[in-house]
């Protein structure tokens, strides 16, 4: 799978993203998300913390959110919040942040932000391998009455991910592939 295309203008922003996330590739053994075990992990936190990196990532999500149906954006705590609030700045529609488990205190509540049932809203990741994650995601977000349609990653590490998530019928927007990495 590739990753999504732009022109012009927009190309520029996407091969300087590109250039940016290469040096973020990390070599070694590691284990992922998923549990799996890796000879490289893509740290894209590592890029969102510098403010000229976010720019350009808020620019990538900001074009592919365009053409979506989604009226909010949903980032799954840690990794994908602060990538949901980039994207909620550069594109104008709002953002939740979702929690893996309820805090103890206050609301207790898995989502915060505001929303309305019914709302159709968009998945933010920042390195998908199986889906899981996302997929959990969407649970949270249909269990609160809310619709997701898609999943936008910053990087697809191709390991299974597209698949799982077209099978949990979320169409999947990946900015990036692993193949455009190496």
């Not at 250039?19 to 000879?39: M, N």
């Not at 909010?72 to 990538?83: H, K, S, T, W, Y």
């Not at 391998?129 to 590490?157: F, H, M, N, Q, W």
């Amino acid at each position: 799978m590739r990753g999504l295309r732009f022109e012009g203008k927009d190309k520029g922003i996407a091969m300087e993203l590109l250039k940016v996330l290469k040096k973020a590739v990390k070599r070694g053994t590691f284990i992922l998300a998923s549990g799996k075990k890796s000879d490289f992990y893509i740290n894209v936190k590592e890029v969102y913390c510098n403010p000229e990196a976010a720019r350009l990532i808020g620019k990538k999500l900001a074009l592919s959110l365009k053409k979506s149906r989604a009226k909010r954006i949903a980032g799954l705590e840690l990794g994908a919040v602060p990538l949901a609030a980039i994207a909620s700045v550069y594109s104008g529609k709002p953002f939740l942040m979702v929690r893996k488990k309820p805090k103890g205190y206050g609301t207790k509540r898995l989502i915060e932000g505001l929303f309305a049932k019914g709302e159709k809203c968009a998945i933010i990741e920042d390195v998908v391998t199986t889906g899981e994650s996302a997929i959990a995601t969407a649970k949270t977000l249909r269990k609160y009455g809310l619709v997701p349609t898609e999943v936008i990653a910053i990087v697809d590490r191709e390991e299974g991910a597209a698949g799982a998530l077209k099978k949990a019928k979320l169409s999947f927007k990946p900015l990036y592939s692993k193949s455009q990495l190496f």
